[in-house]
């Protein structure tokens, strides 16, 4: 048996284009545009690019893309003082601060200081609360496009046996929350968990959250289940000189097992983004007094 593969690319691409037409129509009905400011402190490389990705993609939605690239040796209250800019700017309906910020910046404070309404990675106390009690939240962007994928295998998650793996504020935690809503039956694994591959294998779901380079053999995986593969680990480069991006799943093995797997590249990556763009446009609602948009 071979599984499918789960292409986040094309998913991603008709999410984008489902946003863009909700940006036209919020656009006629609300007479304002949409848009997104993103904070980028230092000159991360990996970071510079995901920030030119980002407002690349909120420029192609339709939506305002506001860039502030801050030196690296930004002050903690030059940068929160942006941030209180940002919340007071009308133009400006979702703030997402590039992480890692350089060493001597405190990240949890900078989260907290951005306004919940505004808050379109999820991750301000506020939102992650509102998650865990089951109220609406602004939710972070990644478990949101793993909910979205498995969702294309499955119209319903619910009862179905899922574990996560990994339990981090940006993935883990809210993913199995999310999961929780859907009302799957939800196991949340981590470095502590005993007899990892057992528990594996009784899932009908397996989100690998790990960032370790194909930990999850295709023997944890039960025949059929679907494997959804968060991990972007890049191998140190072989006798070619290339180096390679695996996920945290041995993606070989998990094909010869399960029913659908996401690649990567081209599986959660994509959706991430594209995910980033939907928060954008349902805060924007949100913040205008609009009806929450058609995705
Ligand atoms: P973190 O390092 O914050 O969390 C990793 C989690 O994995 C922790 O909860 C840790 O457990 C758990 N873990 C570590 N080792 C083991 C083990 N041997 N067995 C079981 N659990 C283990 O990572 P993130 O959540 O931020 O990211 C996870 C992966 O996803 C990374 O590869 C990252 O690059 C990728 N990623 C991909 C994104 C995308 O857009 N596709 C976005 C964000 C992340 P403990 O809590 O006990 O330490």
């Known amino acids: 048996m071979t599984a499918s593969i789960i292409d986040g690319k094309q998913i991603a691409a008709q999410l984008r284009a489902r946003v863009a037409d909700e940006v036209e129509r919020v656009k006629r009905a609300g007479g304002f ?7 980028l402190v230092g000159h991360d490389p990996a970071s510079e690019v995901y920030v030119r990705t980002k407002a690349k993609q909120t420029e192609a939605v339709g939506m305002a893309s506001f860039q502030h690239k801050l030196a690296a040796g930004t002050s903690q209250a030059e940068l929160l003082a942006l941030i209180a800019r940002l919340n007071a700017d009308p133009a400006v309906h979702g703030i997402l601060v590039q992480l890692p910020l350089p060493a001597g910046l405190d990240s ?30 602004l939710t972070p962007c990644t478990p949101l496009g793993c909910i979205i994928l498995a969702k294309t ?52 779901l397996v989100f690998a959250a790990v960032g370790r380079p194909e930990m999850v053999r295709g023997d944890w995986i039960r025949p059929g289940a679907t494997v959804i593969d968060v991990g972007i680990n890049r191998l140190p480069p072989g006798p070619d000189g290339n180096s390679r991006l ?24 994509q959706m991430t983004v594209a995910c980033l763009l939907v928060n954008t446009l349902r805060a924007a609602c949100a913040i205008r007094g609009l009806p929450a948009p058609g995705v």
Not at 170 to 199: C, F, K, M, W, Y
Not at 246 to 269: F, L, R
């Open 33 to 39: 545009t949409p848009g997104l400011a993103v904070v």
């Open 153 to 204: 295998v499955h119209a319903s998650l619910e009862g179905l046996n899922a574990i996560v793996i990994g339990r981090s504020n940006l993935v883990g935690r809210p993913l199995a929350q999310l999961l929780l809503n859907e009302n799957a039956t939800v196991t949340i694994a981590h470095s502590r968990t005993r007899d990892l591959a057992a528990l594996c294998r009784q899932a009908d």
């Open 246 to 269: 695996v996920g945290d799943v041995a993606y070989d093995e998990a094909m010869a097992v399960a029913g659908a797997v996401t690649p990567v590249p081209g599986g959660v990556g």
């Open 108 to 137: 949890q404070a900078v989260i907290d200081a951005i306004d919940p309404a505004k808050d379109v990675d999820g991750l301000n106390p506020v939102n992650a609360g509102r998650l865990a009690t089951g109220l609406p939240a």
